[in-house]
């Protein structure tokens, strides 16, 4: 069975709702990015200057660290915010210390297999080379 995903349409299909300890670790993209998560939220990457979604930020090649956060359930009629106590979730708030350049990662897949697409245009999804996966034999 083949999967087709994106991060627009389909990720509100195959969202994945994964828990804060499934973020930790080490996440990369076949094109060399390198996103590593801590239990206290806190984040450090390499590369991630090659995306796409870094030209909105200033200054792209000084995004190497900041705080993650997922966006937690909204009251109706409310805008969903980061939120640090969230223990879980389908989206992620990426700060970078660098600027204070925010960058929405949506999460899809399964919570056994999910991946990542950092992007501002979830309709647009990642190029092929830009989805991120969790490296199991890395350690944060």
Not at 19 to 41: C, M, N, R, Y
Request: aromatic content about 8%; glycine content about 6%.
């Amino acid at each position: 069975m083949a999967l087709t995903v994106s991060c627009g349409w389909a990720a509100a299909i195959h969202a994945a709702e994964i828990p804060a300890d499934q973020v930790e670790g080490q996440w990369t993209s076949e094109a060399g990015t390198i996103l590593t998560f801590h239990k206290d939220h806190t984040f450090t990457s390499e590369h991630f200057d090659e995306l796409p979604v870094a030209s909105d930020c200033r200054n792209p090649s000084a995004l190497s660290s900041g705080r993650w956060a997922f966006y937690a359930p909204a009251e109706s009629g409310k805008i969903s915010t980061a939120d640090e106590t969230a223990t879980r979730g389908t989206v992620l708030s990426l700060t970078f210390s660098s600027n204070d350049c925010t960058v929405d990662t949506y999460l899809f897949g399964d919570e056994d297999d999910p991946a990542m697409c950092p992007t501002d245009d979830p309709d647009a999804g990642c190029p092929a080379s830009g989805y991120l996966h969790r490296d199991n034999q890395a350690t944060a």
